[in-house]
């Protein structure tokens, strides 16, 4: 099975921004929409973003609305996670997946895992 592949992770001060990407290849990836979760060391994974494959809706979790951004490049099959202000509890692994329901938090609803980018944010 195809998987995406995330990277734009890094280290980075509190209140800086970073970009994440992940890029889709094959068509036989291509689902409905793509979302973007993290996940902290001893936490559970949990939802931050999604969108469609469009890109005429997106769906936030509370705890990033106003500070990022989910946006799809479908020329090239990229979905790509905008963070600003980040904060050191937005430090953990994050990654990408495809979907074919929106909008849905749950992660039993996401297939085709990508191996995920680390983020962490210093005080």
């Known amino acids: 099975q195809v998987q995406p592949v995330e990277s734009g992770g890094g280290l980075v001060q509190a209140g800086g921004s970073l970009r994440l990407s992940c890029a889709a290849s094959g068509r036989t990836f291509r689902s409905y929409s793509m979302g973007w979760f993290r996940q902290a060391p001893g936490k559970e994974r949990e939802f931050v973003a999604a969108?469609?494959?469009?890109?005429?809706?997106?769906y936030y979790a509370d705890s990033v609305k106003g500070r990022f951004t989910i946006s799809t490049d479908n020329a090239k099959n990229t979905v790509y996670l905008q963070m600003n202000s980040l904060k050191p509890e937005d430090t953990a692994v994050y990654f990408c997946?495809?979907?074919?329901?929106?909008?849905?938090?749950?992660?039993?609803?996401?297939?085709?895992w990508g191996q995920g980018t680390q983020v962490t944010v210093s005080s």
């Open positions: 997946a495809g979907s074919s329901y929106f909008p849905t938090t749950l992660e039993s609803k996401y297939d085709s």
């Open positions: 969108i469609l494959w469009s890109g005429a809706a997106t």
